[in-house]
Nanobody
């Protein structure tokens, strides 16, 4: 199982941009799909975006399409979430996750490992 550590979460104003990073270790990162989830206060953890093992396919929840971009660098064992045009409703704890199935398709995503989360706060 890979270990995941997120970073990059900060407080920003609405309309701003932010890039989250997730560093993976302890496994063969390049064969697993990766995803970002988020959990807002009082709500369940929800899917944000996923990318397949080689970066060739991505998927997004409807509310972030056109604003967020997921990408990965298999040489550096990193996955990113570029977030643009941020809105207050994007405020949440953002988690990185690795699929537990090697070479799986981008959807449905089946989390096997989680990071500890990084907080994003968007003020109006």
């Amino acid at each position: 199982q890979v270990q995941l550590v997120e970073s990059g979460g900060v407080a920003v104003q609405a309309g701003g941009s932010l890039r989250l990073s997730c560093a993976a270790s302890g496994g063969t990162f390049s064969i697993y799909g990766m995803a970002w989830f988020r959990q807002a206060p009082g709500k369940e953890r929800a899917f944000v975006a996923s990318i397949n093992w080689n970066g060739g396919f991505t998927d997004y929840t409807e509310s972030v399409k056109g604003r967020f971009t997921i990408s990965r660098d298999n040489a550096k064992n990193l996955v990113y979430l570029q977030m643009n045009s941020l809105k207050p409703e994007d405020t949440a704890l953002y988690y990185c996750a690795a699929d537990h199935r090697p070479f799986a398709s981008v959807w449905p995503f089946s989390p096997g490992s989680w990071g500890q989360g990084t907080q994003v706060t968007v003020s109006s």
